[in-house]
């Protein structure tokens, strides 16, 4: 049967994941979309439907937790939809094909842009989560984080055992920096990155995306795994144009069949 461009281009992007030494992945929310999880924006977005988050949310946080308890406890709006939404929420095969990338000792780091906690579902254990983890809870000040199910809260708001500081939700809001433990993780795994992978992402979000131009000004390789065009699309060496649930499994079993002529 004759390849495909799509064909050659997973076949180019094996090779490059193969000769390299730090193959990192950058995924954003096309990746969770893939599992049913709807996006922020646009046809079917949480916020198209309810209307944008107030930018300045973190503030509004520290001026009074106990409101953003409350709001985020209630059991309507956009929090309670995400809360289904996540619940019923399954990895997809992308999630499952860089968890065995992993396992095979070839992804060294998966950067997620998204919270849905799906790479963990899945099996991957090396993941830097970005904008943080729906499922977990962190102190503001010391940034201990705690499973939900582990953190009793017995009174608004919940404060760390720690140092007292305010315990919110992982998930970074608009106007909070990104702690500086997972960024310091992002930006020294983007360091060692000489092939990063970036699925679903639009590479338009800051500061995830300045990675791939970080590894790009060191001499690294992009492959860009996405259904659509990004701005990020002209700067890549490989683009596979699919579904990172129907590329990256693909991908993946052309990587295993190449691997043993790699002499790995």
């Known amino acids: 049967m004759e390849k495909t461009e799509l064909d050659r281009q997973i076949e180019r992007a094996a090779e490059l994941v193969l000769g390299s030494q730090y193959p990192v992945a950058l995924v954003g ?10 996006p922020f924006r646009g046809p079917g977005g949480i916020w198209t439907k309810y209307g944008e988050p ?4 973190y503030d509004r946080l520290l001026q009074d937790p106990k409101g953003y308890w409350l709001e985020r406890d209630s059991d309507t709006g956009p929090m309670a939809e995400f809360r ?10 992308g999630h499952l094909a860089i968890a ?23 099996g991957s254990r090396n993941v830097a989560e970005i904008h943080g983890n729906s499922t977990k809870l962190r102190c503001i000040g010391c940034t201990t984080r705690w499973p939900k199910e582990e953190f009793h809260i017995e009174d608004y708001p919940p404060l760390c055992p720690h140092c007292d500081g305010i315990v919110k939700v992982d998930t970074v809001m608009f106007g ?10 992002c930006e020294g795994e983007t360091q060692k990155c000489d092939c990063m992978l970036l699925i679903g992402t639009t590479a338009e979000v800051y500061p995830a995306a300045g990675f791939p131009a970080a590894v790009k000004a060191m001499g690294g390789v992009l492959i860009e795994i996405n259904p ?8 890549c ?15 993946v079993e052309r990587i295993k069949a190449l691997r043993p002529a790699t002499g790995d």
């Open 29 to 38: 929310a096309g990746m969770s979309v893939e599992s049913g999880i709807p």
């Open 54 to 57: 107030a930018m300045d949310g």
């Open 84 to 93: 289904e939404t996540f619940a019923q929420a399954k990895p997809n095969p």
């Open 100 to 122: 065995e990338m992993e396992a095979l000792g070839l992804m060294k780091c998966i950067i997620t842009q998204n919270v849905d906690n799906l790479h963990q579902m899945a």
């Open 176 to 185: 909070e920096p990104i702690p500086f433990d997972v960024m310091a993780r």
């Open 228 to 235: 659509l065009e990004t701005v990020i699309s002209q700067r």
């Open 237 to 251: 060496d490989v683009v596979l144009r699919g579904a990172s649930g129907e590329v990256l499994p693909r991908m």
